[in-house]
């Protein structure tokens, strides 16, 4: 959101002045101005997460493992039936998620190993449909 690499041990450090200093706000992401007033008042990552830098769905600022065992929670307790994950692209984010909080998920029987049929479209159970849709084919009633 601010075009720095940060891990989860700076969570409750505030950024030093030579990360403000090259801090930026990201021109894709409308909430990054706000992360970086936050963080240039000398608050914690922990604090910029908690003030509003992202406040429209759940962030779990941590390690892998923390990121896991919220996913886990959500997940058993009904809170959810599945997730839209958007993590850090500045840097590792896509990365780190998939070689660290992935291989968690799937050593607690949560995330499959393989996927169970050779298509897209088994795997979403989605229908074939070859050529127009016979809904749009058929003529009009008069």
Not at 36 to 53: C, F, I, P, S, W
Not at 54 to 72: E, K, L, N, R, T
Request: net charge negative; with cysteine; proline share 7%.
């Amino acid at each position: 959101m601010i075009g720095l690499p940060l891990g989860p041990g700076q969570l409750d450090e505030p950024l030093t002045a030579d990360q403000l200093a090259d801090a930026i706000s990201s021109p894709h992401d409308p909430r990054s101005a706000r992360a970086l007033e936050v963080a240039r008042e000398g608050r914690t990552l922990r604090d910029v997460l908690a003030h509003g830098a992202i406040d429209y769905h759940p962030v779990v600022a941590g390690a892998a493992a923390d990121v896991a065992d919220h996913m886990q929670l959500w997940f058993e307790t009904g809170a959810c039936d599945g997730f839209s994950i958007a993590v850090d692209g500045y840097h590792d984010g896509f990365d780190a998620f998939v070689g660290q909080v992935v291989p968690i998920l799937q050593e607690r029987g949560l995330f499959h190993d393989e996927y169970e049929d050779p298509t897209l479209r088994e795997n979403l159970g989605a229908h074939e449909q070859y050529g127009l849709d016979p809904r749009l084919t058929k003529p009009a009633r008069s």
